[in-house]
Protein backbone atom coordinates (compact mmCIF):
# COMPACT_ATOMS: atom_id res chain seq x y z
CA UNK A 1 0.00 0.00 0.00
CA UNK A 2 1.25 3.40 -1.20
CA UNK A 3 2.24 5.47 2.19
CA UNK A 4 1.71 8.31 -0.17
CA UNK A 5 -2.26 8.12 0.46
CA UNK A 6 -3.93 8.88 3.40
CA UNK A 7 -7.15 6.51 3.36
CA UNK A 8 -8.41 7.50 7.24
CA UNK A 9 -9.36 10.91 6.13
CA UNK A 10 -12.58 12.41 4.22
CA UNK A 11 -10.17 13.44 1.43
CA UNK A 12 -11.31 11.44 -1.93
CA UNK A 13 -8.54 9.09 -3.25
CA UNK A 14 -8.52 10.51 -6.52
CA UNK A 15 -7.66 14.77 -5.18
CA UNK A 16 -5.29 13.23 -3.61
CA UNK A 17 -2.95 11.29 -6.37
CA UNK A 18 -4.07 14.26 -8.60
CA UNK A 19 -1.94 16.84 -5.82
CA UNK A 20 0.84 14.14 -5.90
CA UNK A 21 1.25 14.23 -9.28
CA UNK A 22 0.36 18.11 -9.02
CA UNK A 23 3.50 18.45 -6.84
CA UNK A 24 5.70 16.55 -8.60
CA UNK A 25 5.11 18.61 -12.28
CA UNK A 26 5.30 21.88 -10.04
CA UNK A 27 8.90 20.26 -8.32
CA UNK A 28 10.14 19.28 -11.80
CA UNK A 29 9.47 15.93 -11.73
CA UNK A 30 8.01 15.87 -14.72
CA UNK A 31 8.78 18.80 -16.92
CA UNK A 32 7.18 20.20 -20.32
CA UNK A 33 6.49 17.52 -23.28
CA UNK A 34 7.33 14.42 -20.29
CA UNK A 35 5.51 11.49 -20.26
CA UNK A 36 4.37 10.90 -16.66
CA UNK A 37 3.89 6.77 -15.56
CA UNK A 38 1.28 4.81 -17.10
CA UNK A 39 -2.58 4.91 -15.66
CA UNK A 40 -1.41 1.06 -15.26
CA UNK A 41 1.59 2.03 -12.84
CA UNK A 42 -0.05 4.75 -11.22
CA UNK A 43 -2.61 2.31 -9.78
CA UNK A 44 0.29 -0.01 -8.56
CA UNK A 45 2.06 3.44 -7.06
CA UNK A 46 -0.61 4.70 -5.36
CA UNK A 47 -2.42 0.74 -4.68
CA UNK A 48 -5.95 2.42 -6.26
CA UNK A 49 -8.54 1.60 -8.89
CA UNK A 50 -8.81 2.10 -12.66
CA UNK A 51 -11.60 4.81 -12.37
CA UNK A 52 -9.42 6.57 -9.43
CA UNK A 53 -6.89 6.78 -11.61
CA UNK A 54 -8.59 8.63 -14.17
CA UNK A 55 -10.06 10.92 -12.52
CA UNK A 56 -7.34 12.12 -11.36
CA UNK A 57 -5.78 12.57 -14.80
CA UNK A 58 -8.93 14.00 -15.93
CA UNK A 59 -9.22 16.60 -13.01
CA UNK A 60 -5.06 17.70 -14.22
CA UNK A 61 -5.93 17.80 -17.81
CA UNK A 62 -8.97 19.92 -17.01
CA UNK A 63 -6.74 22.23 -14.86
CA UNK A 64 -4.73 22.52 -18.16
CA UNK A 65 -1.42 20.19 -16.30
CA UNK A 66 -1.45 17.40 -18.47
CA UNK A 67 -2.76 16.56 -21.91
CA UNK A 68 -3.99 13.57 -23.45
CA UNK A 69 -1.83 11.98 -26.75
CA UNK A 70 -3.64 9.27 -28.70
CA UNK A 71 -1.37 5.73 -28.67
CA UNK A 72 1.11 7.47 -26.87
CA UNK A 73 0.03 8.34 -23.34
CA UNK A 74 -0.64 11.17 -21.01
CA UNK A 75 2.00 14.35 -21.25
CA UNK A 76 3.04 17.16 -19.00
CA UNK A 77 1.18 20.62 -20.98
CA UNK A 78 3.58 22.89 -23.14
CA UNK A 79 1.83 25.58 -21.41
CA UNK A 80 0.52 26.59 -17.95
CA UNK A 81 -2.84 26.84 -17.41
CA UNK A 82 -2.55 30.52 -17.08
CA UNK A 83 -1.90 30.94 -20.52
CA UNK A 84 -4.52 28.83 -22.02
CA UNK A 85 -7.42 30.04 -20.21
CA UNK A 86 -7.48 33.02 -22.78
CA UNK A 87 -8.16 30.30 -25.51
CA UNK A 88 -11.23 28.34 -26.22
CA UNK A 89 -12.68 30.26 -23.50
CA UNK A 90 -15.96 28.86 -22.29
CA UNK A 91 -18.82 30.43 -20.53
CA UNK A 92 -18.34 27.93 -17.52
CA UNK A 93 -14.77 28.60 -17.23
CA UNK A 94 -15.11 32.77 -17.63
CA UNK A 95 -18.00 32.49 -14.39
CA UNK A 96 -16.31 29.64 -12.50
CA UNK A 97 -13.05 31.95 -12.59
CA UNK A 98 -14.39 34.85 -12.14
CA UNK A 99 -15.93 36.20 -8.53
CA UNK A 100 -19.16 34.98 -9.52
CA UNK A 101 -20.75 31.46 -8.72
CA UNK A 102 -22.49 29.17 -11.53
CA UNK A 103 -25.42 27.42 -11.27
CA UNK A 104 -27.07 24.68 -13.91
CA UNK A 105 -30.60 23.19 -13.90
CA UNK A 106 -31.02 20.46 -16.81
CA UNK A 107 -34.73 21.26 -18.25
CA UNK A 108 -34.28 18.57 -20.77
CA UNK A 109 -31.87 15.73 -21.92
CA UNK A 110 -32.66 12.88 -24.40
CA UNK A 111 -31.96 11.12 -27.27
CA UNK A 112 -33.26 12.09 -30.78
CA UNK A 113 -32.86 12.38 -34.49
CA UNK A 114 -30.77 15.35 -34.96
CA UNK A 115 -32.34 18.75 -36.40
CA UNK A 116 -31.16 20.17 -40.06
CA UNK A 117 -28.93 22.67 -39.02
CA UNK A 118 -27.47 20.28 -36.25
CA UNK A 119 -27.21 17.75 -39.13
CA UNK A 120 -25.88 20.18 -41.24
CA UNK A 121 -22.80 21.50 -38.17
CA UNK A 122 -21.73 17.86 -36.95
CA UNK A 123 -21.27 16.98 -40.80
CA UNK A 124 -23.46 13.87 -39.20
CA UNK A 125 -26.58 12.20 -41.66
CA UNK A 126 -29.92 12.72 -41.19
CA UNK A 127 -30.76 9.53 -39.20
CA UNK A 128 -28.03 9.55 -37.09
CA UNK A 129 -29.28 10.14 -32.97
CA UNK A 130 -28.16 12.87 -31.14
CA UNK A 131 -28.20 13.86 -27.00
CA UNK A 132 -29.70 16.86 -26.69
CA UNK A 133 -29.33 18.55 -23.44
CA UNK A 134 -31.26 22.15 -22.73
CA UNK A 135 -30.00 24.29 -19.86
CA UNK A 136 -30.98 27.25 -17.84
CA UNK A 137 -27.82 28.81 -16.23
CA UNK A 138 -27.32 30.88 -13.01
CA UNK A 139 -24.63 33.83 -12.16
CA UNK A 140 -25.13 34.68 -8.41
CA UNK A 141 -28.32 33.20 -8.37
CA UNK A 142 -30.06 34.58 -11.31
CA UNK A 143 -30.63 32.89 -14.23
CA UNK A 144 -28.73 34.73 -17.41
CA UNK A 145 -28.68 32.22 -20.35
CA UNK A 146 -30.80 29.27 -21.73
CA UNK A 147 -28.64 26.98 -23.87
CA UNK A 148 -29.24 23.87 -26.45
CA UNK A 149 -26.30 21.57 -26.57
CA UNK A 150 -26.21 18.63 -29.14
CA UNK A 151 -23.38 15.43 -29.39
CA UNK A 152 -23.76 12.84 -31.70
CA UNK A 153 -24.46 9.32 -29.98
CA UNK A 154 -22.31 7.23 -32.26
CA UNK A 155 -19.18 9.45 -30.75
CA UNK A 156 -20.46 9.52 -26.86
CA UNK A 157 -21.99 5.69 -26.53
CA UNK A 158 -24.00 5.66 -22.98
CA UNK A 159 -23.99 9.40 -22.76
CA UNK A 160 -26.42 10.06 -19.95
CA UNK A 161 -27.95 13.04 -17.44
CA UNK A 162 -26.29 11.86 -14.65
CA UNK A 163 -23.35 12.48 -15.97
CA UNK A 164 -23.92 16.33 -15.70
CA UNK A 165 -24.00 18.22 -12.48
CA UNK A 166 -25.56 21.57 -10.81
CA UNK A 167 -22.55 22.92 -9.94
CA UNK A 168 -18.80 22.65 -9.73
CA UNK A 169 -16.27 21.62 -13.24
CA UNK A 170 -18.76 19.16 -14.22
CA UNK A 171 -20.95 21.30 -15.19
CA UNK A 172 -19.00 21.91 -18.29
CA UNK A 173 -19.45 19.12 -21.17
CA UNK A 174 -16.23 19.23 -22.37
CA UNK A 175 -15.29 18.31 -18.92
CA UNK A 176 -17.98 15.41 -19.11
CA UNK A 177 -16.73 14.35 -22.80
CA UNK A 178 -13.24 13.95 -21.42
CA UNK A 179 -13.38 12.65 -18.20
CA UNK A 180 -16.07 9.72 -19.61
CA UNK A 181 -14.82 9.28 -23.30
CA UNK A 182 -10.83 11.11 -23.36
CA UNK A 183 -12.12 13.30 -25.95
CA UNK A 184 -10.18 16.71 -26.20
CA UNK A 185 -11.05 19.45 -27.88
CA UNK A 186 -8.73 21.49 -30.16
CA UNK A 187 -10.41 24.15 -31.54
CA UNK A 188 -14.08 25.90 -31.90
CA UNK A 189 -16.17 27.87 -33.54
CA UNK A 190 -18.23 30.64 -32.55
CA UNK A 191 -21.02 33.02 -33.89
CA UNK A 192 -22.57 35.38 -31.39
CA UNK A 193 -25.17 38.06 -33.00
CA UNK A 194 -27.76 40.15 -31.28
CA UNK A 195 -31.67 38.84 -31.72
CA UNK A 196 -34.90 39.38 -29.81
CA UNK A 197 -35.55 36.73 -26.82
CA UNK A 198 -38.39 34.51 -27.93
CA UNK A 199 -41.67 34.17 -25.28
CA UNK A 200 -40.54 30.97 -23.63
CA UNK A 201 -36.81 31.89 -22.93
CA UNK A 202 -37.95 35.12 -21.82
CA UNK A 203 -40.32 33.41 -19.20
CA UNK A 204 -37.25 31.41 -18.39
CA UNK A 205 -35.16 34.38 -17.95
CA UNK A 206 -37.34 36.74 -16.61
CA UNK A 207 -37.69 38.86 -19.18
CA UNK A 208 -40.19 40.76 -21.30
CA UNK A 209 -40.78 39.90 -24.30
CA UNK A 210 -38.90 41.12 -27.71
CA UNK A 211 -36.43 42.43 -25.20
CA UNK A 212 -32.22 41.82 -27.04
CA UNK A 213 -30.65 38.79 -25.61
CA UNK A 214 -27.46 37.96 -27.25
CA UNK A 215 -27.21 34.43 -29.65
CA UNK A 216 -24.17 32.21 -29.33
CA UNK A 217 -23.58 29.20 -30.91
CA UNK A 218 -20.37 27.08 -31.07
CA UNK A 219 -19.25 24.24 -32.66
CA UNK A 220 -16.07 22.55 -31.05
CA UNK A 221 -13.92 20.01 -32.77
CA UNK A 222 -11.86 17.01 -31.59
CA UNK A 223 -8.57 15.95 -32.11
CA UNK A 224 -9.17 14.72 -35.91
CA UNK A 225 -10.52 18.66 -36.42
CA UNK A 226 -13.96 16.50 -36.50
CA UNK A 227 -16.84 18.42 -35.53
CA UNK A 228 -18.32 16.53 -32.32
CA UNK A 229 -20.61 18.98 -30.50
CA UNK A 230 -22.78 21.65 -31.40
CA UNK A 231 -24.53 24.05 -28.63
CA UNK A 232 -26.94 27.46 -29.19
CA UNK A 233 -27.54 29.66 -26.33
CA UNK A 234 -29.04 33.05 -25.61
CA UNK A 235 -27.80 35.23 -22.94
CA UNK A 236 -28.76 38.32 -21.16
CA UNK A 237 -26.90 41.27 -22.43
CA UNK A 238 -26.35 42.98 -19.40
CA UNK A 239 -24.48 39.74 -18.15
CA UNK A 240 -20.46 41.41 -17.48
CA UNK A 241 -18.50 38.31 -18.72
CA UNK A 242 -16.81 38.84 -21.75
CA UNK A 243 -16.17 35.70 -24.88
CA UNK A 244 -12.85 35.33 -25.28
CA UNK A 245 -11.82 34.71 -28.73
CA UNK A 246 -10.83 31.00 -29.85
CA UNK A 247 -7.05 30.02 -31.08
CA UNK A 248 -6.41 26.58 -31.74
CA UNK A 249 -3.51 24.92 -29.74
CA UNK A 250 -2.99 20.66 -29.18
CA UNK A 251 -5.37 20.99 -26.42
CA UNK A 252 -8.07 23.17 -25.17
CA UNK A 253 -10.27 22.02 -22.53
CA UNK A 254 -12.90 24.58 -21.52
CA UNK A 255 -16.27 24.00 -21.60
Same mark, same amino acid.
Not at 142 to 148: G, S
Given at each position: ???????????????????????????????????????? !??? !??????????????????????????????????????????? /????????????????????? /???????????????????????????????? /??????????????????????????????????????????????????????????? !??? %????????????????????? %? /????????????????????????????????
Amino acid at each position: MSEELKRDIPIPLYYQVSQIIRREIETGKYGPGDYIPTEM !ELQ !ERFNVSRATVRQALADLVYQGLLERRRSKGTMVAPMRVEETMQ /DLASFTNQVMHSSHTLVTRIL /DFKQMLAPEPVVEQLNIGPEDLVVMMERLRFV /DNEPVAVEKWYAPVKYFPGLNRKFFKETGVEQSTYYVMMKHYGTQICRAQDSISAVAVS !ERD %ARLLGLETEVPVLLRTRVSYG %A /DDLPVTYASGVYIIRLNITFESNRCRTFELKD
